[in-house]
């Protein structure tokens, strides 16, 4: 009896160890990790142009300052701002009471300086008959040597009369000529057909010479955008390159432009690059101060690839990591982001064509992991 009991202790013992055992290799078998199901897509190569964003305002190729070329008071001023004009059309003008009286009385001197070069004319004359009568008289020794010369020095002092009246002539001309040069330039018109852009004095002030009245935009001229760009913009554009311009006065309306001018030193306040755009009005009403936006299209294409955003593990600036598929395992790879197109990525360094970038899970996915590709896009 003790020997039956001894062999059933021994059997309960053994069905309990492989019992044991059988639950320790289930749990290991469980504890395996299986391979984790992951989609991909196929990096594709991209030929990328370049696209540069800018604002700036809009002004006329030509603005220039109005003055007035002499000193005065302002009798008048004939139009306000924003006021379109035609060429010639007087703007403003000066007093001209004391500028008149300035005109008359240099003509009046120009006018006696011609009377005075008349008698001196007529006083060489006689001077020269004179010389003529005493060299005669002195040659039959009728008049003598103190004579002849007195009527020779009579006859140089009336040739200087002369030239000192002409010289005075010539000085009174200059006066008439600055009078009315004065007289001319104490009104101001419009250079071209424009627009009247600011207006900086009014009538009764006093104006002093050369100082700005109208700032003056021509309507002859094409309007253009002037915006600034950094270096690495700057490289990008050439002129005659093609760009968009929109304004919010005008909506969703497209304007065309096209790169004029490009500065060829930089602003050494702000160490950008002015860049002026001219603008096709095509029909529209487009007024100097409208701010407008500019995308500039560049000519160059950059050969990048191109994978779903949805595959970036993490960013700092323009440096990134994804995960690769290789091999049946996740493969962390280091990448330089050229730019981010809505939901895609532009990768410049880093990967090429066909490579099987991972673009679900990666939050989760472990370096190395086993993965199982579950879909190809």
Do not use: W
């Not at 379109?84 to 008149?100: C, P």
């Amino acid at each position: 009896m003790k020997n039956v009991q001894n062999i059933l202790s021994l059997f309960s013992l053994s069905i309990l160890l492989i019992a044991c055992g059988g639950k320790d290799a289930s749990s290991a078998a469980k504890e395996e990790k299986a391979p984790r199901k992951v989609e991909t897509f196929s990096a594709e190569s991209v030929d990328f142009e370049e696209f540069i964003f800018a604002t700036g305002k809009l002004a006329s190729s030509e603005e220039s300052k109005l003055s007035f070329k002499t000193g005065g008071i302002i009798k008048k001023i004939y139009v306000k701002e924003g006021q379109q004009v035609r060429k010639g059309q007087l703007l403003a003008e000066l007093d001209l009471s004391e500028i008149r009286a300035q005109t008359q009385q240099a003509t009046l001197g120009k006018e006696q300086a011609a009377i005075n070069i008349e008698n001196a004319q007529l006083a060489v004359k006689l001077a020269e008959r004179d010389y003529r009568n005493a060299k005669a008289l002195y040659e039959d020794s009728v008049a003598t040597l103190e004579q002849l010369e007195n009527a020779e020095v009579q006859l140089d002092n009336a040739k200087n009369q002369l030239q000192a009246a002409e010289k005075g002539l010539a000085f009174n001309n200059r006066n008439v000529t600055m009078a009315e040069f004065n007289l001319k330039y104490s009104r101001i018109t419009a250079p071209s057909r424009g627009v009247i852009l600011r207006k900086h004095a009014e009538a009764n002030e006093l104006a002093n010479p050369g100082k700005p009245i109208f700032d003056f935009g021509s309507k002859d001229k094409a309007m253009v955008i002037r915006v600034n760009l950094t270096d690495k913009d700057i490289i990008h554009v050439n002129l005659g390159d093609k760009a968009s311009v929109e304004f919010d006065a005008h909506g969703a309306t497209t304007f065309d432009g096209t790169i004029r001018e490009i500065a060829s030193i930089a602003d050494p306040y702000t160490n950008t690059y002015e860049v002026e755009i001219e603008v096709d009005p095509q029909g529209k009403k487009l007024l100097s101060g409208f701010i407008g936006t500019v995308e500039i299209e560049a000519p160059a294409k950059t050969a990048l690839i191109e994978i779903p955003i949805d595959a970036l593990i993490k960013a700092d600036a323009k440096r990134g990591e994804i995960f690769l598929a290789e091999d049946g395992k996740a493969k962390k790879v280091p990448v330089e982001i050229h730019r981010i197109r809505g939901d895609r990525l532009l990768i410049s360094k880093g990967l090429k064509a066909k490579d099987e970038v991972i673009i679900s899970s990666v939050g989760y996915i472990e370096e190395h992991e086993a993965i199982l590709i579950s879909q190809n896009q």
